[in-house]
């Protein structure tokens, strides 16, 4: 499996990071609504993508995206309602969501307010559904059922799959020495995850690295020591899964602040 080194961005600081982020976003749409007729995109949790998707909620780039073809999905979820604080969803609506003039069925929640294990397959389930309407001619059929990608040697490909990394290096929620960084035959998984006390749904390695494009998102001093180690440590993805993140066809551009790539030389 032959993978591309990834293009390592370093911006002055938070602000300039979401500024690049929501002008590749942009980019990206324009490039895959000229082949097809849809825009997939999974968005990340956490805080860092907050000012992008608030940016991209204005004027400037909101009206440079075409949100009736655009579809918005999430690499990861906690286990709680989609009001509730910690929601991914939540953060994505109050940011971007309930600003821009996208159709409710293009927004693709994980339901993460039922048990996890059936959020986990019902969302495997509607990605298959959707992506299997749009798969070009030639690519592998899936054969039909709910669980047309557990069964199948097919992976749905997104667009765009938007990630952060936390300091321990863990990405989506693919958290360090937990079972979803071995998952193979799935492409969205739940896992309870000790050192929280909580459930996640995620997107596996395998539904990642499908993508033609994938953005790390990073930002703050605190990051440093991770994405030191996963970009320039010795190959450990058992302790810092983000190495998993290894697009097969895609591109991989990690978008990262001064402060945290303090000792990464980049290449931009
Ligand atoms: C989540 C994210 C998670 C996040 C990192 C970084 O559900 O929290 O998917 O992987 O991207 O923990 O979080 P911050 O951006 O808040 O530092």
Redesign the pocket.
Known sequence: MSHSQPEILVLPDRAALARLAAARFVSLAQNALRVDAKFSVAL??????RDLYALLATHEFSSRVDWSQTHLFW????AVPPDNPDS?FKMANDTLISHVPIPPENVHRIHAEIAPDAAAAEYEAALGQFFSSSRKAGEPRSRVGADRTARSDWTPRFDLIL????PDA????LFPHTPALRETSHCVTAQYVEKLNTH?ITFTPRLINAAGSIFFLVA?VD?ADAVRAVLFGKYSPEDFPAQLVQPIQGKLTWLLDQAASSESPSNN
């Open positions: 990340s949790g956490g805080s860092t993508p690499s990861d979820e906690r991914n990630l952060g990394l936390g863990h990405t989506a929620s996640r703050g990051k």
